[in-house]
């Protein structure tokens, strides 16, 4: 089984609910650039992830582009709650999420990590909380510049790794509920993307840990992304990359031209060729 390619658009604390509904406008009055046939577009997905409270918006805007462009965009959250249910003021749980149509989470973001103080248990108890409502997750790892520098970022990126997969192994259906997103912290909204080759390296030996953790089968069927400062004039040099699958785009999700600009890309050079 080839890996699908993925583009996942995390719009962060950007787009009301009358500004999700006019993206989705927008996004497919331009959807039709570099998708050639129905079919074609079947080898792609698209996530778009915007915050809480544009989510019912967003779902009935999806519905609507599903109607006319006979593709689908799967809806995504940013964040959940580790908690099920209970006095936890101002949290979302994964199955109110589940109620309003998301299929996807975000969990373990370095903005979560850094700004809201999220550790690896944290994050580890959001994916499975996530995993037991049905959610596919999004398990986002990554360093920061002082690491890179220290050359430790393997060292990193395997300790987030293994921390967060613990208790996901009995799972049967792991590489259809689970995608990597690799974002080196000092590549996340600075303009400074990582050197290609270099994610792809990182990405490897991310696959090669999952290796370690799953089983070969399963870690070479899971999708990894690369995340940090993704715009479609970058895209093109990750996408020939051997195991990059897609991207997890922040800033450049905003804009419906050059979001569907980044998608069209993957149509017209990546989708040719799916990975192995
Ligand atoms: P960016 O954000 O594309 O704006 O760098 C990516 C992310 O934070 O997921």
Known sequence: ????????????????????????????????????????????????????????????????????????????????????????????????????????????????????????????????????????????????????????????IATQIDHAMQGLKQDSNIEHKLVIAYEPIWAIGTGQTCEAQEANRVIKFIRNRLKNIFSNTCASQIRILYGGSVKAATIEEQMKQSDIDGALVGGASLKASEFSQIVSLFFNGFVVSQKA
Request: charged residues 30%.
């Open 1 to 156: 089984m080839s890996r699908k390619p993925l583009i996942a658009g995390n719009w962060k604390l950007n787009n009301n609910a009358r500004e999700t509904i006019s993206f989705i406008k927008d996004f497919s009055s331009r959807f039709d650039v570099g998708c050639d046939s129905k079919n074609q577009s079947e080898h792609i997905d698209i996530i778009i992830m915007p915050p809480f409270t544009s989510l019912h918006a967003a779902n009935d805007a999806i519905r609507e582009f599903y109607l006319t462009k006979q593709k689908k965009i799967s809806l995504g959250a940013q964040d959940l709650c580790q908690f099920k249910e209970g006095a936890y003021t101002g949290e979302v749980s994964a199955e109110m999420l589940v109620e309003i149509g998301v299929e996807t989470v975000l969990v373990g973001h370095s903005e979560r990590r850094q700004i809201f103080r999220e550790d690896n248990d944290t994050v580890k108890a959001k994916m499975l909380r996530a995993w037991d409502a049905g959610l596919s997750v999004i398990f986002c790892c990554g360093e920061p510049i002082e690491v890179r520098n220290q050359h430790k970022t393997d060292e990193w």
